[in-house]
T-cell receptor, first 115, second 107 residues
Framework: DADVTQTPRNRITKTGKRIMLECSQT?????MYWYRQDPGLGLRLIYY???????NKGEISDGYSVSRQAQAKFSLSLESAIPNQTALYFC??????????????FGPGTRLTVL | DAKTTQPNSMESNEEEPVHLPCNHS???????IHWYRQLPSQGPEYVIH???SNVNNRMASLAIAEDRKSSTLILHRATLRDAAVYYC????????FGAGTRLTVKP
């Protein structure tokens, strides 16, 4: 079984709809992250959480919110989806330790299309 | 933020070594150099990281210039499965991905 899972894997929605993307992990890691990837580009950090009570904005948090329901679960919400949020979304986890060198483990991604 | 510069694409023949370059002339003393790769239709996966000294692991080697302004990821024998986008990332906290180098491996 995969260590980091994301649901759904694909989603098509309409402008203005509320969307939630979910991430679960069985690695026992404290830290979880949400990234988005646009075609031909690298990943950009949306939000990250170092533990259940710690939520931090990343590079591109506008239009997104997150919830860390438990150590193993981290959800990303688009309150009112817009077409330029069409992208590939990745969840990642990492263990404790200095952020400078600890490895991040990525999920398989969710492809979101906003019409 | 310190940035990295990588070629957009490279080609290699199967079973030959591949040297993927990365320039990071504004690197700070506390930045670690990380490499991740993204296989088609998958999330990125960790390859290797280093600070000052060259590093080897089962996947690759990382050669870091003495002045740390550049580094090279070395795949000793490329396989078809190594075809991916390779990202060179400087980390002092957050991971900031660039566009990476798309490696094509020819049979």
């Amino acid at each position: 079984d995969a260590d980091v899972t994301q649901t759904p894997r694909n989603r098509i929605t309409k402008t203005g709809k509320r969307i939630m993307l979910e991430c679960s992990q069985t690695k026992g890691h404290d830290r979880m992250y949400w990234y988005r990837q646009d075609p031909g580009l690298g990943l950009r950090l949306i939000y990250y959480s170092f533990d259940v009570k710690d939520i931090n904005k990343g590079e591109i948090s506008d239009g997104y919110s997150v919830s860390r329901q438990a150590q193993a679960k981290f959800s990303l919400s688009l309150e009112s989806a817009i077409p330029n949020q069409t992208a590939l979304y990745f969840c990642a986890t990492s263990d404790r330790g200095a952020s400078s060198y600890n490895e991040q483990f990525f999920g398989p991604g969710t492809r979101l299309t906003v019409l | 933020d310190a940035k990295t510069t990588q070629p957009n694409s490279m080609e290699s023949n199967e079973e030959e070594p591949v040297h993927l370059p990365c320039n990071h002339s504004t690197i700070s003393g506390t930045d670690y150099i990380h490499w991740y790769r993204q296989l088609p239709s998958q999330g990125p996966e960790y390859v290797i990281h280093g600070l000052t000294s060259n590093v080897n692991n089962r996947m690759a080697s990382l050669a870091i210039a003495e002045d740390r302004k550049s580094s090279t990821l070395i795949l000793h024998r490329a396989t078809l499965r190594d075809a991916a986008v390779y990202y060179c990332i400087l980390r002092d906290g957050d991971m900031r991905f660039g566009a990476g180098t798309r490696l094509t491996v020819k049979p």
